[in-house]
């Protein structure tokens, strides 16, 4: 199966100049809790969690409306495209420690998101359970 089949395409997108405040309030609306950061030219610079605003901006006493999301997002972007193998996806996931990641085209725009519980929707746990386990270890040494 490739990551087209599985994605998710109405993919959330802000600028790394967006006060954080407003990305949380975007992803409340939308029920999410990963949005990428991306640079003028569209494509993805970073990504922004709902963790990354507990501990970096919450946890440091950060004021939301005056942080940018380039002062708190996460630099490291993992990703791959679309027409990749979805093993590909999860295994790039396990190796970063990621329970979510973004599908690009040529010009490194996001065109789709995968989350752990897609890849869980979809095999019935049967392969998700060991990419969970890798994954929650990064969670376990923060």
């Known amino acids: 199966m490739n990551c087209s089949e599985l994605m998710k395409t109405d993919v959330a997108c802000c600028k790394a100049s967006e006060p954080v405040e407003n ?13 990428p950061i991306c640079g003028d030219d ?11 605003l507990a501990i970096r901006v919450l946890g440091e006493h950060r004021r939301a409306s ?19 193998d979805l093993n590909v996806a999860a295994r790039l996931m396990s190796s ?5 990641i973004i599908c690009v085209d ?3 725009r996001p065109v789709g998101v995968i989350s752990l519980s897609d890849i869980a929707d979809r095999d019935g746990g049967a392969g998700s359970s060991a990419l969970l ?3 929650s270890q990064r969670e376990a040494r923060s």
């Open 42 to 52: 569209g494509s993805v610079i970073g990504t922004l969690t709902d963790r990354d």
């Open 133 to 135: 386990s890798s994954i």
């Open 96 to 100: 970063h420690k990621k329970s979510r």
């Open 66 to 84: 005056s942080t940018r999301a380039e002062d708190v997002m996460t630099r490291e972007v993992v990703c791959c495209g679309p027409d990749e």
């Open 106 to 108: 040529g010009q490194k």
């Open 23 to 35: 990305i949380a309030e975007l992803m409340q609306a939308r029920n999410i809790g990963f949005v």
